[in-house]
C-alpha cells in the first residue's frame, strides 16, 4: 500500500520559513517524479515546485521555495521562505511514474496523493 505523508505545516508569520517533508512508502521512491501542490481557501490546486526523479531537474513557481528529496530515505521536503499570506493553503505532496529529467507540474498525471498539510501565514 502506497502512502504519503506529510508533516511541517503550521501557523508562522509573515516572513517567516517553513519546512514541510513527506515520508513515502509502498513504492520504488526512485522511479517516481515528485511535486509539492498548494491549495489555498477558493483557489484550485497549483503545483508549487517540482522534482524528477534523480533530483537533477527541479521546478519552483516562486524563487522563495526550493524543493529537494533524498532518495535513500524515500523523502521530499520543501523549503519555504520569505512566507507571505497568500502562500496560506493545504499543501500535498504528489507522485507519478516518470524516470529521466522529467519534472511534471500538471495534477492529472500525478497517481498517489497524501493527506495535506496546512500552512497558515498570518500578516
Known amino acids: 500500500q502506497v502512502q504519503l505523508v506529510e508533516s511541517g505545516g503550521g501557523l508562522v508569520q509573515a516572513g517567516g520559513s517553513l519546512r514541510l517533508s513527506c515520508a513515502t512508502s509502498?513504492?520504488?521512491?526512485?522511479?517516481?517524479?515528485m511535486a509539492w501542490f498548494r491549495q489555498g481557501p477558493g483557489k484550485e490546486r497549483e503545483c508549487v515546485a517540482a522534482?524528477?526523479?534523480?533530483?537533477g531537474s527541479t521546478y519552483s513557481v516562486k524563487g522563495r521555495f526550493t524543493i529537494s528529496r533524498d532518495n535513500a530515505k524515500n523523502t521530499v521536503s520543501l523549503q519555504m521562505n520569505s512566507l507571505k499570506p497568500e502562500d496560506t493553503g493545504v499543501y500535498y505532496c504528489?507522485?507519478?511514474?516518470?524516470?529521466?529529467?522529467?519534472?511534471?507540474?500538471?495534477?492529472?498525471?500525478?497517481?498517489?496523493w497524501g493527506q495535506g498539510t496546512q500552512v497558515t501565514v498570518s500578516s
Open positions: 522534482i524528477s526523479w534523480s533530483g
Open positions: 509502498g513504492l520504488t521512491f526512485s522511479m517516481y517524479a
Open positions: 504528489a507522485a507519478t511514474r516518470a524516470t529521466g529529467g522529467v519534472i511534471v507540474t500538471a495534477a492529472g498525471p500525478y497517481i498517489y
